[in-house]
């Protein structure tokens, strides 16, 4: 069964440090997206990105973050400049056009900001 | 902002009998609800959804009903196995084009007591 997969698993990195997280969603999935989940709290939604650009954002997503599909089967989100309180799960998720509205997640990132 | 609420943070049951996880939701613009499966360290998985032109969608010993009146949503797990304990998602979608972010609620922890 095709999955969405995510790298990597885990990630430590210092405050102020550029971070890249990686996504390979469902090989036929025009729709992906990127949620947060920080111990303890929701998950949060943070950007939807469809035909190569960004479609909505969240005020969390603000100039640090940007996303990339860079091929025909990644997409990346980037922090530029990490802080503390980005420490959290980053899930990676798609969405075909067949089960609308159905996304499916990625096992997430574990970002820990030191 | 708690559009989307799981009132109750855990529910034990017996293994056999039925669970019922509830969900409530304040948004009226929600046209579309997913329930997730989440266990630590990995990324929700989907379970069932249902559309607001229904009140009801079953899949297998699962199934959701949706009062759109009281806003309120409710997971059917019956019988109830060991291998269902996990964190349960309610989560919805306003159905605007590509958009279509989800909003979660912050889960219910659910034990199947053997």
């Known amino acids: 069964e095709p999955e969405v997969t995510q790298t990597p698993s885990h990630q430590v990195t210092q405050m102020g440090q550029e971070v890249i997280l990686r996504c390979v969603p469902i090989?036929?999935?025009?729709?992906f997206y990127w949620y947060r989940q920080i111990l303890g709290q929701k998950v949060e939604f943070l950007v939807s990105?469809?035909?190569?650009?960004?479609?909505?954002k969240s005020e969390i997503f603000d100039d640090q973050f940007s996303v990339e599909r860079p091929d025909g089967s990644n997409f990346t989100l980037k922090i530029r400049s990490t802080k503390l309180e980005d420490s959290a799960m980053y899930f990676c998720a798609s969405m075909g056009t067949s089960a609308r509205y159905t996304q499916y997640f990625g096992p997430g990132t574990r970002l820990t900001v030191l | 902002d708690q559009q989307v609420k799981q009132n109750s943070p855990s529910l034990s049951v017996q293994e056999g009998r039925i669970s019922i996880l509830n969900c409530d939701y304040t948004n009226s613009m929600f046209d579309y609800f997913l329930w997730y499966k989440k266990y630590p360290a990995e990324g929700p998985t989907f379970l069932i959804s249902?559309?607001?032109?229904?009140d009801k969608n079953e899949d297998g010993r699962f199934t959701v009903f949706l009062n759109k009146s009281a806003k309120h949503l409710s997971l059917h797990i019956v019988p109830s196995q060991p291998g269902d304990s996990a964190v349960y998602f309610c989560a919805a979608s306003a159905s605007s084009g590509a958009n279509s972010k989800l909003t979660f609620g912050k889960g219910i922890t659910l034990s199947v007591r053997p």
């Open positions: 990105f469809y035909n190569n650009e960004i479609s909505e």
């Open positions: 249902i559309s607001s032109i229904k």
């Open positions: 090989s036929n999935h025009l729709y």
